[in-house]
């Protein structure tokens, strides 16, 4: 692993999963918010993902 994916590891991912699973537990009756919460993250994470993520051939273009 490189300085950037840890840098992203430790302060965003790593916290957010924190924040996930305490508002899924906090939330005992139906678990609403916390299937909320996960289904706008996977949203906005394939929404990256495919529209604003560089291609790969963008990033390599002699392979």
């Not at 299937?35 to 790969?56: G, R």
Request: aromatic share 20%; charged share 15%; no cysteine.
């Amino acid at each position: 692993m490189d300085t950037p994916s840890l840098f992203f590891l430790i302060v965003f991912a790593v916290p957010m999963v924190v924040l996930l699973f305490w508002i899924i537990r906090k939330d005992k009756k139906n678990r609403k918010w916390g299937y909320i919460v996960l289904t706008a993250i996977v949203i906005a994470a394939l929404y990256v993902a495919f529209f604003k993520a560089p291609s790969y051939h963008d990033i390599f273009p002699n392979i």
